[in-house]
Structures are given as structure tokens and as C-alpha cells.
């Protein structure tokens, strides 16, 4: 990774649901069929809608560590990309390797599409219990080696709705711009 792509990220404190990109984040689970936290927030904005496409366009749902994309319907954003991470066990179970998976597919979908700016929530940082300091550092360094091969994303913005979390990655974010 290097000072261009990690320029590329930011962090902010925020609505998800309000972002006006191209592309927000779900942190889903593996049904896709809407839940707590930034999922149900989610759903709840887009829309009936959006389940609805969930249901016909991805039956089976989508594994941990993957990722399916979504129209917005109500959002700002006119895409919903769902990327599942994992439920943290113990760091030692495969965890990290799906997290930073949820994220490098996430940032595929958006590449495949030619969406130029994507907003991410933390996740598997809530319910699933994943570490914050261990979870911005594999998020973080999964996204700014995927910018180093997706020159047309120009943006990805980190959106927390509590300062502490936001305090987290933000420090790590610079922590990896010092090297």
C-alpha cells in the first residue's frame, strides 16, 4: 500500500444511511435478509424494496467473507453493496482472512460497475463482536491494497455513528500512512 491509496480513504462520523456516493456498505449477514445494527438501518431506508431484490436476485444469500450488490432503491447511494464478515471466535479462526475478504469483494462489485465513490460501516465490529483496533487494521489495509489495483475508485469513506469507533480507525488509518 502506498500514500496515494491510503489518501484515497477517510473517515467520518455520520448516517450511512445518508451518504450520498455511489455505493454504501451493508455489514449483512449471510441471509441477506436485513437484521440489527447498520443492516437494519439499512433496510429500513432503502425500503421494502430491497429486500425484496435480495430475496429474488440472491436466494441462497451470500458467505462470510463475500459480497452481493444490490440497487438502493430509497438510499441516496444507488447501490447496496452486501458484504458479510465474520462473527469473531477468537482471531485465530479464520477471521481476519474473511474480513478483510468482505471488503476486497465489496470493492470489486463497485470496480466491476465503475462506481467511483463507496461508504463503509465497520463491520463485524457490532453484533459479531470483532475487535475494534484489530478490525480497523484489516479493513483498512484490505481497502488501500484494493485501491492500488482500482484506479477509477477515487473515494472510500469509513462512516461511524460513534466517535469512539470513529477515534479507532482514524488513528490506524494514520498510523498506516506513516508506515
Known amino acids: 500500500m502506498n500514500d496515494a491509496d491510503l489518501a484515497r480513504i477517510e473517515c467520518a462520523i455520520g448516517d450511512l444511511t445518508r451518504e450520498r456516493v455511489d ?11 436485513g437484521g440489527g445494527g447498520v443492516d437494519g438501518a439499512i433496510h429500513r431506508a432503502a425500503g421494502p ?3 425484496e431484490e435480495c430475496i429474488r ?3 441462497q444469500g451470500c ?3 463475500d459480497a452481493r ?13 452486501h458484504a458479510v464478515g465474520p462473527v469473531y471466535k ?6 481476519a482472512e474473511q474480513l478483510a475478504g468482505a471488503h476486497l469483494r465489496a470493492l470489486e462489485l463497485a470496480d466491476e460497475r465503475d462506481l467511483r465513490t463507496v461508504s463503509f460501516p465497520a463491520i463485524s465490529c457490532g453484533a459479531y463482536g470483532y475487535p475494534w483496533p484489530s478490525a480497523a487494521e484489516v479493513a483498512l489495509s484490505a481497502v488501500a491494497s484494493a485501491l492500488a489495483d482500482r484506479p477509477r475508485i477515487a473515494r472510500v469513506r469509513f462512516v461511524f455513528s460513534s466517535s469512539e469507533i470513529h477515534e479507532v480507525f482514524e488513528e490506524t ?3 498506516l500512512a506513516r508506515g
Not at 455505493?23 to 435478509?33: G, Q
Not at 438502493?72 to 447501490?79: E, F, S, V
Not at 477468537?90 to 477471521?95: A, L, N, V
Request: hydrophobic share 50%; proline share 2%.
Open 57 to 59: 436476485l440472491h436466494p
Open 63 to 65: 458467505a462470510t467473507g
Open 90 to 95: 477468537d482471531g485465530r479462526s479464520g477471521e
Open 23 to 33: 455505493a454504501i456498505v451493508n455489514a449483512a449477514n449471510t441471509t441477506l435478509r
Open 49 to 51: 424494496g430491497l429486500l
Open 69 to 81: 450488490i444490490t440497487s438502493g432503491h430509497a438510499l441516496a447511494a444507488k447501490w447496496v453493496i
Open 173 to 175: 488509518l494514520a498510523r
